[in-house]
Each structure stands twice: as C-alpha cells, then as structure tokens.
C-alpha cells in the first residue's frame, strides 16, 4: 500500500532575462522542473504560485526579471510504480545496464513528480530493480541533458559503483556547446553549493575557512576539465571531463567563466547573436541543420538561420558522450559511447553552416578567419 504523505512547498525563482518572450509556462516547466506542467498550471490558478505577486495566465510573455513566488503543499507517494516508458539500451547484464537517456526525462521522483521519470521505466523494465535504492540509480543526469548512465541491477554491483563514483573513477565525458571562443582547453577548479539567494540554482561559492574547507553550508569541491573540440565564429564545442560530479556542474562552470551553455535557461544569460546569424543558412536536405521535432527536441523543420536554430534551442547543449568504468563483477574495465540526438546534431550543423558562410562572405577582404 502506498505511503502518502503531504508535503509543504516553498520556492523563490526569477525568470532569466534571457527568457524573455517565451510563455510562462514554458519557462516555469524549466525553473521547477521537478514538478509536472499540469501541477505548476493549477497552482498559478489557485494563487499558489504567483509572478510579481500576481497570477497571469500561462500563455502570456514573461519580459525576464520578474520574481516567482511558490507556496503551496503536494502529496508525495511513498511506492514507485512501474510504467512502460521506453528505455534506449545501450549495454545490459547481469549486473549493470548502461542506457541513454534523452531529453525531457526525470531521473526520479521528487516533489510535484511522482511518475514518468527513469526510475518508473526502470521497473517496468525490470521489477526486481524495486529491490534498490532507486531503482538501482547510482547517478544522474539533469532532465533536459542527454546521454550516458549507468543502472545498478544487484546490491553488490550498486555498492562497486557507488564506491567507484565515490572515488571518482568512473570516466565521464561531455559535449557542450558554449557561448564564446576558446584559445586553448583548460580546467575549472571552484566549489559549487546552493545559490546564497535563489534556491533553484547552484552557484561557485568561492572562500575558505581556516581549515580550508569552503565557505557555505553544502559547499563542495568541484573540478571540471575541458579540451576543444571545433571553434565557430561565436561559439565552442567543448569536450568536458567531470573530475567530481555536483548538481549542475559543467553548467555553473561554464557560466562562472563567461562561457554559459547554449540554451541553458538557469544559467546562460542573454541570447547573444554573433553576426551574420540572421543571414539564410542551407535548408534541411542540404546540410541537415533542421530535423523532425519531438516533444523535447529544441530544432525544427525549415529552420533557415542560426538565429532561429539558438533562439528555439530550449534546453541546454549538454550531451553525456562517454562512460568509463570497471565492471562490477568481471573487473574489467568497458567503455561505451552514444552519439548527440537529433536536436543537438542540428544545432551543430547549424552552427557549422553559419561558419561556412562567413568564411566565404570574408575570403576576399579577410576580415574573419576560421
């Protein structure tokens, strides 16, 4: 029998300047993602959730800045249940399955998101992972990044893998697209811990004590390295390394060092537009830039230039690429990797087709060189 309990929500958010124009509700979906679309819409009806200390509809456009105010209570299910949810498996065994996750899905429940998540997959994929804590879940992946995970299927294989992360020594490696230019890789190393004012967000919190230990409640050590892996007029493709694994963590690295995410509603800023972005890049069947849009795939079909492919890019360009561990019970050391989804792979090609034209646009005069 389930166990309900009631649980008392209270949330302070403001709506990034970068997202101005976008609807509400969309916006509010990103800031609370812990909680489903229909439960944050009732409870800007109800006035439980208020913008400004108002209650507009969710359709309207947010203009960026504006404080949100949450206070309301949920019930939480104490059994999580098994749902059919598609699972993209990439390796499974005895002890471990490694799946890849896309964009949009909750690792597992929490307040206000009590089903659709992974971890509901994961028993309806396989009950006996209702035996674990979380459903076998030893790690995550934030809901709208994509890629790599790892699923314990036996007590023993949790506990090497938990002991492995612990460790950090298990390899994981990313794709981001940033804003900005690089000139070389490099490494971030500042502690993460909870925003000193917003509550929804993690923030480097730099100073120490006099054990030299971070300053802050919940402060860590956290250690990010990157390599480039292509250069665009105003953006990178960077390759990260997680040398720890904090909330958020290539994302408020990447911010803290002026080179946010693309897409990145927490922590990327204002939109910035290189130039010539808004000039016509090849359509799809030429160079791919757009492809077929899904549910949570941020491109679209006829998407012709890069200022439409960025401004309708509404996730962050995050993508967990590679994963390295050692086996649980074989000791061996595997490795796996799957390549970025559609809607990454035609931020990319846009990208690249952008860049094409300016070095074409420039040939003559040189006043821009690839």
Known sequence: MNDSSVTRIERDATIPEAAAGRRLDAVL????????RSRLQRWL????????????????????GERIRLAAT???????????IPLSIVHEDTALLVINKPAGLVVHPGAGNADGTLQNALLHHDARL?????????????????????VAKTLEAHTHLVEQLQARTVGREYLAVVGGTFTAGGSVD????RHPRDRLRMAVRQGVDNNGDPIGAGVKPAVTHYRIEARFPAHTLLRCRLETGRTHQIRVHM??????????????GRLALPSG?????????????ASAPSEHSSSTRNVHTLADVLRRFRRQALHAETLTLVHPTSGETLSWSAPPPDDFAALLAALRAHQAQMASAAEDDGRWRP
Do not use: C, N, Q, W
Not at 77 to 84: H, K, L, S, T
Not at 190 to 193: H, N, T, V
Not at 255 to 268: K, Q
């Open 74 to 84: 949920a019930s939480e299910e104490g059994v999580v249940a098994a749902e059919p």
């Open 29 to 36: 979906a990103e800031l609370f993602p812990e909680f489903s």
């Open 45 to 64: 009806r109800d006035g439980d959730l208020t913008v400004d200390g108002g209650s507009p509809r969710g359709r309207v456009a947010v203009k960026g």
């Open 190 to 193: 500042a502690p993460i811990g």
């Open 255 to 268: 911010a803290h060092i002026r080179h946010p995410i693309v897409g990145d509603v927490l922590y990327g």
């Open 130 to 150: 209702g035996g674990l804590p979380r459903g076998g879940i030893v790690h995550r992946l934030d809901r709208d990044t994509t890629g790599l995970m790892v």
């Open 277 to 289: 972005a808004e000039s016509a890049i090849p359509a799809e069947g030429d160079s791919g830039v």
